[in-house]
């Protein structure tokens, strides 16, 4: 809807020698744009960014000091909320953005073995690229071709063809995040069905790595069930016996609470306590959520 405005930026910088502008007759989607780009290059490293996001004028010579190294195939930055300070679900975004890559990818990176190299900052090695461009071009589930979690199926590839995937916390990128609840857990929706699905191909990886990772995998998609058993657990008490579980309800308070300050401590900063807030929308609105993404993977 929008190519006049992008044919703009086009024209504009065309006849710099250092662009080379792809205008496809039109809108392929992410994955076959991507393609098209990632054939057309030549250099030895290839950088994703999204065009919502703005790069740390450094970002590009740290990504490339981690990938000097031949084994490793991804490397992702951290990533940050450029509009943080628009809405208070900005805010908590930009939390969660932070404990994803400073606790969950910083783990993973110490085995050598990111999940998801995430799309608004991601570089790769070209020439394992090329080998696994087929296999990225005709991703299929039940029959039917995927067109969404471009980031985590490329990343799953990487670690399937023997390359390590990492993760550099100097690298900031800022990217902007939803500042409403429905374009959230729309985003939301999107990103639970690619990871059940790409589940299932992590599953084939994890005897060939750490067994932590194994634990991690396992752990990200049990915690969720276990806590929802948890909150019907209790529900079902409450309606049958008129008691409120409060031995549940004071075990996911205190969880929540220890999560929080050790956050707080490691990033040195107070507004991390804040992100208890980020539990009641995770009961309330993303296990719902994240059931109703199991029942419809193949939407």
């Known amino acids: ?9 086009h024209e504009e910088y065309a ?33 994703n960014v999204d065009s919502d996001t703005i790069l740390a004028p450094d970002v590009i010579t740290r990504l490339a000091l981690k990938m000097q190294d031949q084994a490793v195939g991804a490397a992702m930055g951290q990533l940050a909320a ?8 900005t805010r908590l975004i930009d939390m969660e953005y932070w404990l994803a890559c400073n606790e969950e990818r ?11 190299c995430c799309g608004p900052c991601a570089m790769y090695r070209r020439s394992a690229l ?15 071709p995927s067109d969404f979690g471009e980031d985590r199926h490329l990343t799953i590839l990487m670690l399937k063809a023997g390359f390590r995937t990492e993760y550099v916390p100097e690298a900031v ?14 985003q939301q929706l999107r990103w639970a069905r690619s990871t059940f699905r790409d589940t299932l191909l992590a599953f084939q990886l994890l005897r060939g790595l750490n067994i932590y990772l194994t634990l991690d995998v396992i752990g990200q998609n049990i915690g969720p069930l276990l806590l929802s058993l948890s909150i019907l657990a209790g529900l079902a008490q409450f309606v049958t016996t008129g008691t409120v579980p409060w031995t549940a309800c004071l075990m996911i308070a205190a969880m ?7 956050a707080a401590f490691r990033a040195r900063q107070l507004r991390f306590l804040g992100f208890s807030l980020h539990t009641l929308i995770n009961i309330f609105l993303l296990l719902p959520l994240k059931a109703y993404a199991l029942c419809t993977l193949s939407n």
Do not use: H
């Not at 990128?173 to 729309?186: D, E, I, K």
């Open 1 to 9: 809807a929008n190519r006049d405005a992008l044919m703009g930026v």
């Open 15 to 47: 006849g710099d020698p250092r662009f080379n502008f792809i205008a496809l007759p039109k809108n392929v989607g992410k994955r076959k744009a991507q393609i098209a780009a990632i054939r057309r290059s030549c250099g030895d490293l290839v950088l």
């Open 82 to 89: 450029s509009n943080r300070s628009e809405t208070w679900l």
């Open 106 to 116: 910083a783990a993973q990176a110490r085995f050598g073995a990111v999940m998801c």
């Open 130 to 144: 090329v080998s696994l461009l087929d296999q990225y071009e005709t991703q299929r589930f039940r029959g039917k």
């Open 173 to 186: 990128a800022a990217t902007v995040v939803p500042n409403s609840m429905g374009p959230y857990l729309r």
């Open 256 to 262: 929540t609470i220890v999560r929080c300050s050790v």
